[in-house]
T-cell receptor, first 111, second 114 residues
Framework: GDSVTQMEGPVTLSEEAFLTINCTYTATGYPSLFWYVQYPGEGLQLLLKATKADDKGSNKGFEATYRKETTSFHLEKGSVQVSDSAVYFCALSYNTDKLIFGTGTRLQVFP | DAGVIQSPRHEVTEMGQEVTLRCKPISGHNSLFWYRQTMMRGLELLIYFNNNVPIDDSGMPEDRFSAKMPNASFSTLKIQPSEPRDSAVYFC????????????FGPGTRLTVT
């Protein structure tokens, strides 16, 4: 069945470091791909999305490119801040309302 | 825009008691989702509704769990009887409708069953 695999965390970085969180998916078709972020004590919120191959989603300095050939949607940011500390979830959908989430990756950024 | 509203934010109850969690979706959204989040199992979809009709309840763990959506602006998730293993954060999310996958999450209800 369809699934999303994320790198295990926690990812620990110093402020201003480069971030990559890996995400790969298994799907029978061509899903839409998403990154959600969950800050401590809050619900998930959409960070960015891409709906077709080679699309790049971006928001708040974060980027991810839909790579059909490698079935990947890795999240990147050039310079992280302490305020980026959160749990990041990769997800896919076939343009229905239902999302299939990965297990989440915790990011910890230290000053 | 008020966002998705959940109540209560925290609930502590004793094993065997009935627990009711409440959710008000964003006005105009046609789909509503209930999730459970624990350290051990991560984020799990329990059930989702479209136009107030349950579409997929395959994630509901057992008969002790039930969910209703009597109208477009209100949903409940009930656990009866509750057990310590039900302790988790329960999230409600809503979405504008089929084919529009962005979901908007509420702040969650932290349930502790002692």
């Amino acid at each position: 069945g369809d699934s999303v695999t994320q790198m295990e965390g926690p990812v620990t970085l110093s402020e201003e470091a480069f971030l990559t969180i890996n995400c790969t998916y298994t799907a029978t078709g061509y899903p839409s791909l998403f990154w959600y972020v969950q800050y401590p004590g809050e619900g998930l919120q959409l960070l960015l999305k891409a709906t077709k191959a080679d699309d790049k989603g971006s928001n708040k300095g974060f980027e991810a490119t839909y790579r059909k050939e490698t079935t990947s949607f890795h999240l990147e940011k050039g310079s992280v801040q302490v305020s980026d500390s959160a749990v990041y979830f990769c997800a896919l959908s076939y343009n229905t309302d239902k999302l299939i989430f990965g297990t989440g990756t915790r990011l910890q950024v230290f000053p | 825009d008020a966002g998705v509203i959940q109540s209560p934010r925290h609930e502590v109850t004793e094993m065997g008691q009935e627990v009711t969690l409440r959710c008000k979706p964003i006005s105009g959204h046609n789909s509503l989702f209930w999730y459970r989040q624990t350290m051990m199992r991560g984020l799990e979809l329990l059930i989702y509704f479209n136009n107030n009709v349950p579409i997929d309840d395959s994630g509901m763990p057992e008969d002790r769990f039930s969910a209703k959506m009597p109208n477009a602006s209100f949903s409940t998730l009930k656990i009866q009887p509750s057990e310590p293993r039900d302790s988790a954060v329960y999230f409600c999310a809503s979405s504008p409708g089929q084919g529009y996958a962005e979901q908007y999450f509420g702040p969650g209800t932290r349930l502790t069953v002692t």
